[in-house]
């Protein structure tokens, strides 16, 4: 059998640890492919598809590509076609398949962790990664709402509408993350700040955030940073997601701090990846 490729996309993509994590992976199950990571520019996508991604056996998706990339794949499953967000393309025969396991990971973080979702849930941000966890609160039947930037907010406000549409009865509203008032229960972070390497930035904060019971970071790299009172990323664990990105990271503050934990070779595979940055 011949050697299988695949990648990952996105803009930027340095951050990502896909390469890293995908490589040990396929060593260790024997599997004869490689992975690498493609910097594709939103105004290249269709021409990088083309050329390129249709070509491989199969990429993974991640920011700003997870809506966009579904019109130019063949196929799309119920679950991808729902929450309007691909990061999983299968190619087959010629033939594209897009899917999403975001909200699988998103999941099992939660339950890992022991976050029960529920009282206030507020999600920064309204793109790709925040549709996936949306969904999900709205299927449990929960209300939540929305803290985007102001450049967002129609897009936010279509978010909304679509989730209404999709799940009649949602209760779900959305707000500006610079005029969040009072206590929220749980904090999804759903937005790429605070990623490599701009890993000191915050979406919010501090004050937010220390009105804040749980949060959940979807930003796994860095692993660990230095610590800030009432940072969202004062400290890091890891969750398997089943996709490129395959962690997320989540944390308690304070006295009612409370972690999951990883699966042991998915957390040693990105400790190895971190001591290797660390070392460049």
């Known amino acids: 059998m011949s050697t299988q490729h695949f990648a990952v996309i996105g803009h930027p993509i340095g951050h990502t640890m896909s390469p890293f ?49 579904i019109q130019y794949l063949d196929e799309i499953d119920k679950k991808a076609e729902m929450y309007g967000s691909v990061n999983t393309v299968s190619v087959k025969d010629g033939k594209s398949k897009g899917y999403t396991t975001d909200p699988d990971g998103f999941l099992k973080a939660l339950e890992a962790a022991g976050i029960e979702l529920d009282g206030r849930i507020m999600i920064l941000g309204c793109g790709g990664v925040a549709r996936t966890m949306a969904y999900e609160i709205a299927k449990k039947g929960l209300e ?22 999709k799940i009649p009865g949602t209760k779900v509203s959305f707000g500006l993350m610079t005029q969040i008032i009072g206590t929220v229960d749980v904090l999804i972070n759903a937005t790429p700040v605070g990623m490599y390497p701009n890993a000191d930035e915050q979406p919010i904060h501090n004050c937010a955030i220390g009105r804040c019971g749980a949060v959940f970071d979807a930003v796994y790299n860095p692993l660990t940073i230095r610590s800030k009172p009432c940072s969202l990323s004062a400290q890091r664990r890891t969750a398997q997601r089943q996709s490129a990105e395959c962690q997320c990271s989540f ?21 190895g990846c971190a001591l290797k940055r660390r070392k460049r």
Request: glycine residues 8%; positive net charge; proline residues 3%.
């Open 144 to 165: 939540f709402e929305f803290a985007v930037r102001p450049q967002d907010v129609g897009k936010a406000g279509l978010l909304c509408l679509d989730i209404t549409r």
């Open 251 to 271: 944390g308690r503050r304070r006295s009612r701090k409370k972690f999951g934990t990883a699966r042991a070779l998915i957390r040693k595979i990105l400790t």
């Open 21 to 69: 994590i995908h490589k040990r992976l396929f060593e260790i199950a024997g599997v004869d492919a490689d992975y690498t990571k493609i910097d594709v520019a939103p105004e290249s996508l269709g021409e990088e598809f083309k050329n390129t991604l249709s070509k491989l056996d199969g990429f993974n998706v991640t920011i700003p590509h997870k809506q966009n990339i």
